[in-house]
C-alpha cells in the first residue's frame, strides 16, 4: 500500500529549519508506485514485530503509518513528528514519510531503496565537503551511515528503528558478524559526532577534517562488507552506474 506527496520543503537545512509538506489522499486498493521499493506483506513476523515495537513505544509513528496508508491528510502534529524523525536520523522529509509509510513491508523487499539512499546521502555528503559546508556534509554523512545500516539489516531480513540510536546499537549487537562489530559500532559512533556538529557547529575545522578521513575509512570498508552481500543485478547496476 503506498500515499502520494507533494514535497514542499526546503531541501538542504541550513539550520534546524522546518518543513511544509501537503499529503494527497490516496486510496489503499489503488496504491502508489513508490519507485519500485516492493510490495507490501502481511503475516511477516519480522513486519508485524516492528509494527508492534513501533505502536507500543512510538505511538504517534504508527499513528502516521495508519493515516498515510489511509491515504487521511496529515494535521500539524503530524507533520511535526516527521519533522523530528527527519531531525534523529538527517534524512529529507520525504525519505522519512516513505520510511513511516512502508513499514509493514518485508525489508528484504526494499534492499534497492536503502542502497539508492546511502549512495544519495553519501553522495551528497561528499559534494558538500566539497564545498567546504562541514555542518551540511556530517549531517549527510550520518544520513547515509543510517541508510548503510538499514540495507545491512534488510539483506538480513531484520527490521531497524533507525531513528533510535538504541535500536540501531541492538541490531549491531545482535545481528552484525562479531568480526565486523566494532567497524559498525565505530562507524556509528563517529558518525554521531557529525550529527551533533550539524546542529551544535562545535568541530573546529582541524578536527573536522581528521573525524572525516576516520570516518571515510570506516565507511568504504563496511560498504564493502554490506556490498558483496548484494543480489547481482543490485551489484550490476552500482557497477555501471557508479559516480
Not at 522546518?18 to 496504491?31: D, M, S
Not at 496508508?69 to 527527519?86: C, Q
Not at 548503510?148 to 540501531?168: E, N
Request: aromatic share 12%; proline share 3%; charged share 30%.
Amino acid at each position: 500500500m503506498g500515499f502520494a506527496l507533494e514535497p514542499q520543503y526546503q531541501r538542504e537545512r541550513a539550520g534546524t529549519a522546518g518543513y511544509g509538506v501537503n499529503i494527497k489522499v490516496a486510496g489503499t486498493l489503488y496504491p502508489v508506485d513508490l519507485n519500485g521499493v516492493g510490495r507490501t506483506l502481511t503475516g511477516v513476523s519480522s513486519t508485524l514485530g516492528i509494527l508492534h515495537e513501533v505502536s507500543r513505544e512510538w505511538p504517534e509513528v504508527f499513528e502516521l503509518h495508519v493515516k498515510l496508508n489511509m491515504g487521511s491528510e496529515l494535521d500539524e502534529k503530524s507533520v511535526g513528528w516527521l519533522e523530528e524523525l527527519s531531525k534523529a536520523c538527517g534524512w529529507d522529509l520525504e525519505d522519512v514519510i516513505e520510511e513511516v509509510g512502508n513499514l509493514n513491508v518485508d525489508p528484504s523487499e526494499r534492499v534497492d531503496r536503502y542502497r539508492l539512499l546511502f549512495e544519495n546521502y553519501y553522495g551528497r555528503a561528499l559534494e558538500y565537503k566539497e564545498r567546504g559546508d562541514t555542518r551540511q556534509a556530517g549531517e549527510k554523512m550520518w544520513g547515509a551511515i543510517l541508510a548503510l545500516i538499514k540495507l545491512y539489516a534488510s539483506l538480513k531480513g531484520v527490521p531497524v528503528i533507525h531513528w533510535s540510536r538504541g535500536k540501531v546499537d541492538s541490531f549491531i549487537t545482535g545481528n552484525v558478524e562479531a568480526r565486523y562489530k566494532k567497524l559498525f559500532r565505530d562507524l556509528v559512533d563517529k558518525a554521531h559526532v557529525l550529527h551533533e556538529h550539524f546542529y551544535e557547529g562545535r568541530l573546529d575545522p582541524k578536527s573536522f577534517d581528521e573525524r572525516w578521513e576516520k570516518l571515510l575509512e570506516l565507511v568504504e570498508r563496511a560498504r564493502s562488507i554490506v556490498f558483496k552481500h548484494l543480489p547481482f543485478l543490485s551489484r550490476w547496476w552500482r557497477v555501471f552506474h557508479v559516480r
